[in-house]
């Protein structure tokens, strides 16, 4: 996938995202099925994993490469990341730390929440326009559970992450 063919994905994907969680009703945004998330928590938890993604973008490249390396790798596709992501989340063990494990939000603080998820979700975008095709692929970080990724896949992971997400707040609601 290309700069400008994941810069229009993620686009379409935080928006398919924000538009779902619009419609909704806002006295949904507190509730969740049993042991599961809220849809507030939802929304917090893609905002942080966003929000990680682009301060990561923001270091300096010396930095990321001090730090963890550069790729030793071709990045992968986004049908192979994919695959990859679900297989790893599937078999998560159970005592699986969540990074940043998700605030809970009242219904009066949906917009507010909105408003911020969008800001990052355009940070992120704008953050990849930074980038060049070819750094895309060579620096990396590490991702909680798929392990060290590249920056492009970083960015094809939100989309993925996005839906699958959207997709669990659709089923629930």
Do not use: C
């Not at 049908?79 to 969540?98: E, G, M, V």
């Not at 990849?128 to 095709?133: D, G, P, Q, R, V």
């Not at 895309?136 to 991702?143: S, T, V, W």
Request: no cysteine; glycine share 2%.
């Amino acid at each position: 996938m290309t700069k400008e063919e994941l810069q229009k994905e993620l686009k379409v994907s935080f928006n398919r995202v924000i538009d779902w969680l619009e419609a909704q009703d806002n006295n949904a945004f507190e509730l969740g099925p049993e042991s599961k998330w809220t849809t507030s928590q939802q929304l917090d938890h893609l905002h942080r994993a966003t929000k990680a993604i682009n301060n990561g973008m923001k270091v300096p490249k010396i930095m990321l490469r001090w730090k963890f390396g550069l790729a030793n790798r071709p990045s992968r596709t986004f049908q192979d990341l994919d695959r990859k992501y679900k297989a790893k989340i599937a078999n998560l063990p159970k005592d699986f730390k969540q990074p940043a494990p998700p605030r809970l939000f009242n219904n009066a603080d949906k917009n507010d929440r909105l408003n911020k998820y969008r800001a990052v979700a355009n940070v992120m975008i704008g953050n990849a326009e930074k980038w060049t095709e070819k750094n895309l692929d060579k620096y990396i970080m590490p991702h909680p559970a798929v392990g060290k990724i590249t920056m492009r896949e970083f960015l094809m992971w939100t989309i993925i992450h996005n839906e699958h997400h959207l997709k669990s707040l659709q089923d629930h609601y």
